[in-house]
C-alpha cells in the first residue's frame, strides 16, 4: 500500500534528464499481452532508508571471528573513540555481543545487545549470483532456489532486505526496540485477508503472497482496520472496507458533502470492470517470461485472460491518467477530490493525473471491499526477509552479508561470468555458471560494467542500453524520523497515519505529504514494554538537490539534518504533543543515508514514470546471462511490484518444467 511515495519536483532539472526512450520490443509485446501489470503497483510498501545512528555511521570493523564484518554497525552512534567488545558464540549464525562504546568522549550505554550474525561463508561460485537482498532479488533467489539452482545473494550491507530491511536498538533499561526501514502498510497477505479467494479455489492475487506460497513459507499476521488521517484542519480515524468509508456514519457522512455518497458510487461502478481486470492480472505476471516460452506458459491460462479480454475496449483506461475516470464520473465533491488526490500520491508518488487507473483500479478493489483488512507481520518486515532468506538456505542456497560487487566480470563472448567482489577487506572472485541477477537500481548496474572489457557485441549494445537508463527520471529521496519513546499516557491512537499539511498546494510538494507508522500499536514485541517506537517520514518529497553537494559528518549536515526533519516533529506533535520529552532513541536519515546504506543513486527512491510516458526496462539486458530485478524494472516500486519483477525474472532464467511446477506450487 503506501507504494511508490515517490515524486519528482520541475525545480530540481538535474534530476531530469528526460524520459526513457528505450524498451525491449519483447518488454513491449508481454506488456501489451497482460494488458498493464502496472496494477500490481498498488498496495506496495514504501522503501525507506538503513539504520544510521545520529547520522554519525563510524567504519564498519570485524570485532570478533564469528561476527560478520558491519555486523555491529546499527550500534554504533557517532564517532567511534573506544569500543569494547566481548563475544560468545553459540552455534552457526549466532553470537552473542555485549559492547561499550565511547562516542566524541561520552559513554553511551544504550548499545548493549545480542545479534543475529546472519552472514553465510561466501562460495565460490554458484548457479545465479544475485547482486542486493532487497525484495526483488530474494523473491528471484527463493523461487530459483526452490526450483534447484545453487542460488548466492550477496549484500554489501549488514542486514538482509535493502530498503526492506530492519535493526534492533537496545534502550538503557535494557528493552530492545525493533526499528523497520521500510514498508509499514500491507495488504492481502494474511490467511485473514485472503480467506475469501482460498475459499473459492483461488490464488492470491498479492505477488508477494504467491512467492511465499511458492517456497513453502510465511510470518505470523496481525490484522487491523484503522488508520489515522491528518490533514491542514482536522485529525480523523478512517476504516477500510466499503461500508466504513461509504456506509451510515463513515467518512463520506462526516467529511464529504450532500452530494458524495453518490458521486462515490457512481466511480466505484465506473470502475467496476478495471477493478475486476485489475485483480485478475496475478495470474498474467506469474506466467510472464522474457524468451520464446512465454506462448507455452501464457497459454496453460488463455481462460484467465480471456476473462479479462471480456471487458472489451474499457480496458483501454488501464493505460490512462486516473484523474480521466475522475472527470468521466464528474466528481466535484472536495473530499472526494483530495482523497482520490492523497491515495494516487501515496501510491506511487504523483497527482491523479499522472497515475494509472489500473494502479487505482487495484487498490480501490482492494480497499473497499466488504472484507478488506491491514496485515501486518509480527516482528516488522523484517520477518518477511527471514522467510525468504530461510527459504534459499533451505534450498541449499547462500546469503552473505560485507559482500560488496564491485564488477560484473565478463568472458571473451561478452558473457556474465563472474563477479567482484569485497568481502571480508579482500577482493574475491565468484563464478556464475549460469546467471548473474542484479538487484540494485539501473544507474548503479550500470557502473558495474567497465569499459574495457573488451569489445564483443554485447558491450556495444550495453553501452546504449546503459545510456538510455541515465536518462530516466528519478524521484526525490526522503527525511526519516526514527524514535523509541515512553508510552505511558498516550491516548489510544491508529497505528499508521497519513499527514497532509495543505491542500491548497500540488500534493507532491516538498514535505506536503508524510507518513507516520507505529508498529508497536499493532505488534507490542517491536518495543520494550511500555514504549513504543515509531518512523515517521517524509513521503519521497525530500529533494535531492538539497544534499547535493553536502558532506556527511560535517556540521553543515548536523545543521541541515536538524532542520529538515523538524516537519516530522510537527507532525508527531499533532498526534502525541509532548513527544519530544519522552524520547529515548533517536535516529534521523537523510538522502545520504540512502546513497550510502542502500547504494542507491542519489539517495533516490527509484524511477520516475508518469501515466502515459512510456514503460519501464524488462528484466533481460544486452549482455548475455546478466538480468535486472528490483523497483527500476518492470513493473515499479512497492512491494507487490517488486515481488512481480523477480518473479518475471526468475521465470526467465527457470526451465519451462520448473516455471510450470512454480506455476503449480503458487496455487495457478
Not at 548466492?152 to 523497520?180: M, N, P, Q, T
Not at 521500510?182 to 479455489?201: D, H, N, V
Request: contains cysteine; glycine residues 8%.
Amino acid at each position: 500500500m503506501v507504494a511508490r511515495l515517490a515524486t519528482h519536483h520541475s525545480n530540481s532539472p538535474a534530476f531530469r534528464p528526460g524520459p526513457l526512450r528505450h524498451v525491449s520490443r519483447r518488454t513491449t509485446c508481454l506488456a501489451a499481452l497482460s494488458l498493464s501489470l502496472a496494477g500490481l503497483v498498488a498496495l506496495a510498501g514504501h522503501q525507506a532508508t538503513p539504520p544510521l545512528r545520529n547520522g554519525q555511521p563510524a567504519k564498519s570493523k570485524v570485532l570478533a571471528s564469528r561476527v560478520p564484518p558491519g555486523a555491529l554497525a546499527w550500534s554504533k552512534r557517532g564517532f567511534i573513540r573506544d569500543l569494547r567488545v566481548e563475544t560468545r558464540c553459540a552455534g552457526r549464525g549466532m553470537a552473542r555481543v555485549k559492547a561499550t562504546l565511547v562516542a566524541d568522549g561520552v559513554k553511551d550505554d544504550v548499545v548493549d545487545a545480542s545479534l543475529d550474525a546472519k552472514s553465510d561463508p561466501l562460495p565460490s561460485r554458484g548457479d545465479v549470483l544475485v547482486i542486493g537482498s532487497g525484495l526483488g532479488g530474494l523473491c528471484c533467489g527463493a523461487l530459483l532456489a526452490a526450483s534447484g539452482k545453487k542460488v548466492v545473494v550477496l549484500e554489501s550491507h549488514s542486514e538482509f532486505g535493502g530498503a526492506a530491511h530492519s535493526w534492533k536498538r537496545r534502550a538503557k533499561d535494557g528493552g530492545i526496540y525493533k526499528f523497520e526501514s521500510g514498508p509499514s502498510l500491507f495488504s492481502g497477505l494474511s490467511p485473514e485477508s485472503t480467506k475469501k479467494a482460498r475459499e473459492q479455489g483461488q490464488p492470491a492475487n498479492n505477488p508477494l503472497r504467491s512467492v511465499l506460497d511458492a517456497v513453502h513459507e510465511d510470518c505470523d499476521w496481525i490484522t487491523y482496520k484503522t488508520w489515522g488521517c491528518i490533514f491542514p484542519d482536522q485529525t480523523v480515524d478512517i476504516s477500510v472496507g466499503g461500508e466504513a468509508f461509504s456506509g451510515p456514519g463513515g467518512a463520506l457522512d462526516q467529511f464529504g458533502g450532500p452530494n458524495a455518497k453518490k458521486e462515490w458510487n457512481d466511480l466505484l461502478e465506473y470502475m467496476k470492470p478495471l477493478i475486476s481486470a485489475a485483480q485478475d492480472l496475478p495470474v498474467v505476471t506469474a506466467a510472464l517470461r522474457e524468451d520464446r516460452l512465454v506462448a507455452l506458459t501464457m497459454l496453460k491460462y488463455l481462460p484467465s485472460i480471456l476473462k479479462i479480454m471480456r471487458y472489451g475496449p474499457k480496458l483501454n483506461m488501464l493505460q490512462r491518467p486516473f484523474s480521466e475516470a475522475v472527470k468521466a464520473v464528474n466528481i466535484q465533491d472536495p473530499f472526494i477530490l483530495n482523497w482520490l488526490n492523497l491515495l494516487s500520491f501515496l501510491l506511487q508518488g504523483t497527482p491523479s493525473d499522472s497515475l494509472l487507473c489500473s494502479v487505482m483500479a487495484y487498490m480501490l478493489g482492494d480497499w473497499y471491499k466488504e472484507d478488506a483488512m491491514l496485515d501486518f507481520p509480527k516482528g516488522g518486515s523484517g520477518a518477511i526477509i527471514d522467510a525468504l532468506v530461510r527459504s534459499i538456505r533451505k534450498n541449499g542456497g547462500s546469503v552473505v552479508s560485507g559482500a560488496h560487487v564491485e564488477e560484473v566480470v565478463l568472458d571473451s563472448e561478452g558473457r556474465a561470468s563472474h563477479l567482484r567482489v569485497r568481502h571480508k577487506q579482500k577482493d574475491m572472485m565468484v563464478q556464475a555458471d549460469n546467471a548473474v541477477v542484479s538487484n540494485a537500481d539501473l544507474w548503479s548496474t550500470r557502473n558495474l560494467i567497465k569499459e574495457n572489457q573488451g569489445s564483443a557485441p554485447s558491450i556495444d549494445k550495453w553501452k546504449e542500453f546503459a545510456n538510455e537508463c541515465s536518462e530516466m527520471d528519478q524521484c526525490e529521496s526522503f527525511m526519516h524520523l526514527h524514535l523509541g519513546i515512553r508510552a505511558e499516557g498516550i491516548p489510544k491512537i491508529p497505528p499508521q497515519f497519513a499527514v497532509v499539511r495543505d491542500w491548497q498546494k500540488p500534493i507532491e510538494s516538498e514535505g506536503n505529504v508524510m507518513i507516520i507508522a507505529i508498529p508497536s500499536l499493532i505488534d507490542p514485541s517491536m518495543a520494550p514494554e511500555g514504549k513504543h517506537v515509531i518512523h515517521a517520514y517524509t513521503a519521497g518529497n525530500e529533494p535531492i538537490a538539497l544534499w547535493k553537494d553536502v558532506e556527511r559528518g560535517s556540521p553543515e549536515y548536523s545543521k541541515l539534518k536538524e532542520e529538515r526533519s523538524q516537519v516530522l516533529w510537527e507532525a508527531l506533535e499533532r498526534i502525541i504533543p509532548d513527544i519530544r520529552s519522552r524520547v529515548e532513541v533517536e535516529m534521523v536519515g537523510t538522502p545520504l543515508t540512502h546513497s550510502r546504506f542502500l547504494r542507491r543513486s542519489n539517495g533516490t527512491y527509484g524511477p520516475l514514470l508518469k501515466a502515459g510516458d512510456g514503460m519501464l526496462p524488462g528484466h533481460t539486458t544486452p549482455i548475455p546471462n546478466l538480468y535486472t530485478c528490483g523497483d527500476s524494472t518492470f513493473p515499479g516500486i512497492g512491494v507487490p511490484a517488486v515481488a512481480a519483477s523477480g518473479t518475471i525474472c526468475a521465470n526467465t532464467i527457470s526451465g519451462l518444467r520448473e516455471h510450470l511446477r512454480t506455476l503449480e506450487a503458487m496455487g495457478f
